[in-house]
């Protein structure tokens, strides 16, 4: 345990778990949509669905999908900004078995028609995990340089591109593998030491069977 893990992040809001988490998880819809969304459906399980006017969980989610930061005073005005902008919310709350008490469903649409959707809960001072990526299981906590690796489930897929890393001296420190079916789409999060620049990402879009990779920088 470090002394984060003691005080918590520098933020705006009542609850690391229900302001600065879920910040979090709107900021990583945010960074994977890669554009500004035009709409955003929103629905909270557990204690999130519970308490989120309390605690401004709503608030802090939207802001994140603004780009707004934990320590960003704006959050307590996120609603108003998001009106101003243009961005259509909805808030809805649901049931959900076996997922963490403070989890939040994001699906965010862009102006040329861009969706994605995430699944991510907030699991105590200020850290998340996000576990769905666009209905595909994932596993990342948005605290290291993730690649997010769509690809076709073939053999030797995995190989290329661990050794193209290897080749280019990342470490990886997490990696989850996810598929729909034997031969079908695929999914790689791989969890990195360190920064890298968008060379990394260009080259791995390069090898066979790849769909889509996406860089996501720590946030």
């Not at 929103?42 to 204690?47: H, T």
């Not at 989610?61 to 704006?74: F, H, P, Q, S």
């Not at 576990?131 to 906590?141: C, F, P």
């Not at 593998?177 to 034997?182: A, V």
Request: hydrophobic share 40%; with cysteine.
């Amino acid at each position: 345990m470090n002394v984060f893990d003691i005080l918590g992040p520098i933020m705006i809001g009542p609850s690391s778990s229900h302001t600065a988490g879920a910040a979090r998880i709107g900021l990583i819809t945010r960074a994977l949509l890669d554009a500004p969304a035009v709409t955003a459906n929103i629905i909270l399980y557990g204690s999130f669905a519970k308490t989120y006017k309390g605690h401004g969980t709503d608030k802090a989610i939207v802001a994140g999908i603004l780009g707004m930061r934990a320590d960003d005073e704006r959050i307590r005005f996120s609603l108003d900004v998001a009106r101003e902008q243009g961005l259509q919310i909805s808030i809805e709350t649901g049931d959900l078995d076996d997922v963490h008490p403070n989890t939040a469903f994001v699906s965010l649409t862009s102006r040329d028609g861009r969706q994605v959707s995430l699944l991510g809960s907030s699991i105590g001072g200020g850290n998340i995990l996000i576990t769905k990526i666009n209905g595909m299981e994932v596993s990342l906590s948005g605290q290291q340089t993730t690649l997010i690796v769509l690809h076709r489930d073939a053999p030797g897929t995995i190989a290329s591109v661990t050794e193209l890393m290897a080749e280019k001296g990342v470490n990886i420190c997490n990696f989850h593998l996810s598929r729909k079916t034997k031969g079908g789409q695929a999914v790689m999060t791989i969890e990195i030491d360190g920064h890298f620049g968008p060379e990394l990402n260009t080259e791995i879009q390069k090898l066979p069977n790849i769909y889509s990779s996406t860089m996501l920088q720590p946030i």
